[in-house]
């Protein structure tokens, strides 16, 4: 009888072989390819140009994933402390903005940053302007934000916050209150029960935020693209030049890729062999 | 002392929330504009809502979001449901390496998994074009001879379904497998015992036990889906666009006020849509409450 309830796996395994394996397949055969498919480590022997896209590319998507850690963390802390009305509430709240397309609310930011946008408009009207003038002599008439590296990090905070405030949140909510009693009952303060009780056992819940933030924000194209002003290539825009733009090359695409999915793998990797997180990753 | 703190996390959370919702505000207050610019306000009009009504191409857009986004979740969730109770009833290693297989379209770039089915569909549809090309048979039925030709295949609404099934399945995985965990296997033994068939124990016993399983997973696969751009833009061809890939070729030149207008609408509906839903959960949980009693 087991055996036969498990046959209900077996139309999706063969879906995954077909949609999931075999794409990956696909991707090593044009890596390692020509465009007439004669085997070659070319496409990654001129990889050491694009070695500034890959370092700024991580770099951005770092800082916005260690961005969203320090935000997202002590939210899904004091989010858990509250009662179930409330956290049910604040749980929509955080998913509703997904509803509304990412790339729409990140084109509503760029009304926000631009150069006579609403952001500088406001400082304006404040007088900031007129004030950093007369102390420095200056003579600013806007804050130069969109077309720049940290319009794209904003970008990707914003799009990605939410990835980051649920894994931890769930995990933090579903902690044994009698553990934390247990330790405040053996003398540590408040602080110690954090650090010795509740960081460590919200370590697995971190790890899966930062995966999907960290993955999401180094490659991504649209946001660099539109925030970005396109300025800044990243290896999405690279990635995307090479399938749908005008470098059309899929076989230095998937070169590029597949270099990113290695150093992505090996980072999360060194990850989770840091935060022994041998508790599966935990999503939503 | 404990008050301010209280206060303090208030606060921080409001901030958050404010930062989370400023530009979706934005969206809805500049739908009502007159003029056509997202910064400066022109007065208020319905105009937009008026365009928009009237613009084939962005309410075909919507239409095909919707479509892929709803056919995607529904066909996700029956077979994840199922992939589901099958894999957790297969021995400890098959499964850990089944499950390790479902993660990787989630933890995989977006980009990557758009990039390599991309690569997939245009190999196999090569191979089958060329195909299609040289055969054609012909049938010779009670005198009347019939030609049948393949048709050729080529990127659009079909291959774009695919990639949204193959990304909302695991999502669907991931949230019925702790409750098949976590259900008591007696039960699935006590309804055989009892005479009941094999299929009517999964519908009668599993079923209602993971059902809040299967609802956030489908829930999670809609959001997923309604909210995806980048394997819809790689996976769509030139033929299927949706509402995203609209935004986007627009986002070259500029975009119409017209998409604020659509996104506020569709925004109303979620929001009303999750209001009547967390009324009813509350009724139930309060009822719950009462009844322990």
Known sequence: ?284 | MRKQRRVGSRLFMALVFLFLYAPILLMIIFSFNAGNSNVVWQGFSLHWYEELFQDRSIMQSVYTTLLVSILATVIATVAGTFAAVGFYSMRRRTRGALLAVNNIPMTNADIVTGVSLCLLFVAVFGFWNEFAANYQVTLNLFGSVYRITFPELSLGFGTMLIAHITFNIPYVILSVGPKLRQMDRHLVDAARDLGCTWMGAFFKVILPEIKPGIISGALIAFTMSVDDFVISYFTGGSSASTLAREIYSMARRRISPEINAVSTLLFVVVLALLVVNNIREARIAKAEARRQY
């Open chain 1, 1 to 284: 009888m087991k055996s036969k309830r498990s046959l209900l796996a077996l139309p999706y395994v063969v879906w995954m072989a077909l949609f999931v394996i075999a794409p990956i397949i696909v991707v090593v055969i044009y890596a390692f390819t020509t465009a007439a498919f004669d085997p070659t480590m070319a496409n990654f022997a001129g990889m050491g140009t694009y070695v500034s896209i890959f370092i700024r590319s991580f770099q951005l998507a770092i800082i916005a994933t260690l961005i969203c850690l320090l935000i997202g963390y002590p939210l899904a802390y004091v989010m858990a402390k509250e009662g179930p009305g409330f956290q049910r509430v604040a749980t929509v709240l955080i998913m509703l903005p997904m509803w509304v397309n990412f790339l729409l609310r990140t084109y509503s930011w760029m009304a926000i940053l631009e150069n006579n946008g609403l952001l500088n408009q406001l400082f304006d009207a404040i007088g900031l302007f007129d004030l950093i003038n007369s102390i420095f002599g200056t003579d600013i008439e806007y804050f130069r934000m969109i077309r720049t590296q940290g319009a794209v990090v904003l970008g990707m905070v914003y799009n990605y916050l939410p990835f980051m405030i649920l894994p931890i949140y769930s995990v933090i909510v579903k902690l044994d209150r009698s553990l934390l009693e247990a330790a405040q009952d053996l003398g540590a303060n408040s602080a110690g029960v954090f650090r010795k009780v509740i960081f460590p056992l919200s370590l697995p819940g971190i790890l899966s935020g930062v995966t999907m933030v960290f993955v999401p924000s180094v490659s991504t194209f649209a946001i660099s693209r539109l925030l970005g002003g396109g300025t800044h290539m990243m290896l999405g825009d690279l990635i995307e030049l090479q399938f749908l733009g005008g470098a059309y090359n899929p076989h230095l695409g998937s070169a590029i890729a597949l270099v990113m999915m290695i150093i992505v793998i090996i980072c999360m990797w060194v990850m989770n062999r840091f935060g022994e997180g041998e508790e599966q990753a935990v999503v939503l």
